[in-house]
């Protein structure tokens, strides 16, 4: 694909400078952004993100990732990132740690949401964000045009329903925390 294209498109859109794009050799699908001070913020997609999604579903990631850093989330998801490794464990009140932890992942998971929205902005479809979304939760090439929004929606609506228990609160934490 015309991934050069498809990151400008998406820069006019959301009234942005473009950023550096570097590809990755990886197996993992994934993609990141990375802003230094001083210097030109870079996104980073993963081969397999390349070879997985539509030239659709890479605009939408690659909007995803221009959301965080039109909205600064740089810093934040790093301290978020070190947390989730343990480094938490290293401040001297437990307590304080727990509690700074949990509202720093709920943040985070709203970050989420937000860059969510940036691609939707670019997509101007939620069925490519949609599709995109299912895939990198767990879809793979050869289950294109097979995978079914109305039971994703359903099964993320029963995740949601038992996340309301106890144990399923706990489950749903340290996934979150593991994503992040």
Request: charged share 20%; hydrophobic share 45%.
């Amino acid at each position: 694909p015309n991934i050069y294209k498809l990151i400008t498109e998406a820069c006019e859109i959301l009234q942005m400078e473009p950023p550096a794009l570097y590809i990755r050799q990886n197996p993992n699908p994934n993609a990141y952004t990375l802003a230094i001070s001083g210097r030109q913020p870079l996104i980073v997609l993963h081969t397999s993100l390349v070879e997985l999604l539509t030239e659709e579903e890479l605009q939408a990631v690659i909007a995803h990732e221009l959301g965080h850093l039109k909205c600064d989330h740089g810093v934040w998801l790093t301290i978020a990132s070190l947390l989730s490794v343990g480094a938490a464990r290293l401040l001297p009140i437990p307590v304080f740690t727990e509690q700074l932890e949990t509202s720093l992942m709920r943040w985070v998971r709203s970050a989420e949401l937000t860059c969510d929205r940036a691609a939707l902005l670019v997509a101007q479809d939620r069925s490519v964000v949609m599709s995109m979304l299912m895939k990198l939760a767990g879809g793979c090439k050869s289950l294109d045009g097979q995978l079914n929004v109305d039971a994703f929606l359903e099964q993320a609506r029963a995740y949601e329903e038992a996340s309301n228990t106890p144990v399923g609160w706990y489950i749903s934490n340290a996934e979150s925390r593991q994503l992040s």
